[in-house]
């Protein structure tokens, strides 16, 4: 059964930086393309950025040249590095996995809170 969990939300400052991390587990991480999602209140929840199973990614507008993923296959785990925060990037943070040949397969974690406020 494959697993996403989060981690390393919390609150910052504006211009401060958090850097999320989210563990695979129970298949072969690098089937599965990896992205970070994110749901503010009242708020649809919207893709922030994403990395194919090779190192392929992409951004929300939102958060180019703030945010940066990445991956590391060895580790089962991807991450992403958020620099120069601001009060509107304040949401639940979620990992999810969608396998690159079965995109059915598509996988979730439970979310991460990150709170950006002065």
């Known amino acids: 059964q494959v697993q996403v969990v989060e981690s390393g939300g919390g609150l910052v400052q504006p211009g401060g930086s958090l850097r999320l991390s989210c563990a695979f587990s129970?298949?072969?991480?690098?089937?599965?393309?990896m992205g970070w999602h994110r749901q503010a209140p009242g708020k649809q929840r919207e893709l922030v950025a994403g990395?194919?199973?090779?190192?392929?990614?992409n951004y929300a507008d939102s958060v180019k040249g703030r945010f940066t993923i990445s991956r590391d296959n060895a580790k089962n785990t991807v991450y992403l590095q958020m620099n120069n925060l601001k009060p509107e990037d304040t949401a639940v943070y979620y990992c999810?996995?969608?396998?690159?040949?079965?995109?059915?397969?598509?996988?979730w974690g439970q979310g991460t809170q990150v709170t950006v406020s002065s």
């Open positions: 999810n996995a969608i396998h690159i040949i079965i995109p059915n397969k598509t996988y």
């Open positions: 129970g298949s072969t991480f690098s089937l599965y393309h």
């Open positions: 990395i194919r199973s090779g190192t392929s990614v």
